[in-house]
């Protein structure tokens, strides 16, 4: 049986990426700072799998404490989740985001090549095609400017990893670049957790509805699409999480290098996703309108045919499911979104 090291598996799509693998009995070691997380979230992956796993307080950037995971457990590839990632914050502490994402990778991966372990599958983002215009996104579209230090760190580790494989052929590399992931497990035990206000969408929804926040304020109504409000490809978590399973099945067999999206391959808009979760959760969403948030691009979303031809794909959740198991989480969680 195979032994994954998972870093930043306590946070929201690690977390369900574990639920995952230990389910498709692969063996997991785990590893993150909780700078966004929780020690409970990985109890509560032991609790949905019945499956007991070793976790570590373990930054990446911590070179000696890594190397001594490296040497305790024989790993043999590694999913890399850790990050941080709010677009807004990356711009007003740009060192810390250029040293925690890029650095941090670096670091994870100099010590995975002195223990030979050249399997990797990698956390991007769809953030990396910038305001490109040739919508849908395919993994090739030639990318536009990037409007965030965040997403200059995804691009930047992508072309890092690249180049990694280009010097030894021996690495085998999957970089996954994520639409809006949203949802949570069925179980209501492991979702999204966010630290403060939500910047996201979907967890802001679920607060307004949850009587948390008083009211969403929708980004403008004012965009070039059918209702004016801005469209996004909303991706169930739990489907992501299995697209890691099917990306880390091809590295660990075949020596390749490959970049997929993965989303739904469909595109909602603000309102649609509001009205959406109204009637999947038997709510009301109190809005109005304000004005457009700088950066946000009308409309993105993915091409997916790629995924689907050479890891079968399927993104299977639709947007019912995704706001039904958001509130279900919210709903069973609401004395954490006070926490820290
Ligand atoms: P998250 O914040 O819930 O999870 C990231 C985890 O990494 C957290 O548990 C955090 O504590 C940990 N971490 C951060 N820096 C670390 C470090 N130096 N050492 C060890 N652990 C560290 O975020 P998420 O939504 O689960 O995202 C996971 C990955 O996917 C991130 O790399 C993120 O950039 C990427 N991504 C997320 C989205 C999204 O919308 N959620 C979209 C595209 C890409
Ligand atoms: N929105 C609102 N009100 C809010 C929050 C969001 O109207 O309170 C709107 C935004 O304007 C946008 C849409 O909802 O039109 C989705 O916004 P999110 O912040 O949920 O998601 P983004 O598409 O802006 O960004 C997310 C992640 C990025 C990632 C990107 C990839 O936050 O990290 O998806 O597609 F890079």
Not at 6 to 35: F, P, Q, R, W
Not at 279 to 304: E, F, Q
Request: net charge positive; hydrophobic share 35%.
């Amino acid at each position: 049986m195979h032994n994954i090291l998972v870093t930043g598996g306590a946070g929201y799509i690690g977390s369900h990426t574990c639920v995952e693998l230990l389910n498709s009995e692969y063996n997991i070691v785990v590893i993150d700072n909780y700078k966004n997380s929780w020690e409970e979230s990985l109890k509560s992956v032991q609790k949905i799998t019945g499956r007991i796993f070793k976790y570590y307080e373990c930054d990446i950037k911590d070179s000696e404490k890594l190397e001594a995971i490296f040497k305790k457990h024989k790993i043999n590839a590694v999913i890399h989740f850790a990050g941080l990632k709010s677009v807004a914050q990356s711009n007003i502490f740009p060192l810390d985001y250029y040293l925690n994402n890029v650095w941090g990778t670096i670091n994870l991966c100099r010590i995975m090549k002195k223990f030979f372990v050249k399997k990797i599958v990698f956390s991007s983002s769809a953030t990396v095609y910038g305001d490109s215009p040739e919508i849908p996104f395919k993994e090739d579209t030639k990318k536009g400017k990037l409007s965030s230090v965040y997403g200059k760190t995804k691009l930047m580790v992508e072309e890092i990893l690249r180049d990694i494989k280009k010097s030894d052929n021996e690495w085998s590399i999957s970089i996954l670049r994520y639409f809006n992931p949203v949802g949570a497990h069925e179980s209501g035990l492991i979702g999204e957790n966010p630290k403060g206000i939500p910047n996201n969408l979907m967890p802001f929804i679920s607060q307004v509805a949850a009587d948390i926040l008083p009211e969403l304020t929708i980004f403008s109504d004012d965009y070039e699409t059918p209702d004016g409000t801005c469209i996004r490809d909303y991706i169930h978590v739990v489907d992501l999480a299995k697209g890691h399973i099917l990306a880390l099945n091809k590295i660990l067999i075949n020596n390749t290098f490959d970049v997929y999206n993965l989303g739904s391959g469909v595109g909602h808009s603000v309102l649609e996703l509001v009205s959406a979760f109204e009637k999947a959760c038997l709510t009301t969403v109190k809005y109005k309108i304000g004005p457009r948030r700088s950066g946000d691009l009308p409309m993105l979303y993915a091409d997916t045919t790629k995924a689907k031809k050479e890891l079968c794909f399927c993104a299977s959740s639709d947007i019912e499911k995704m706001c039904k198991d958001t509130f279900n989480w919210q709903n069973k969680n609401k004395s954490k979104y006070y926490k820290k």
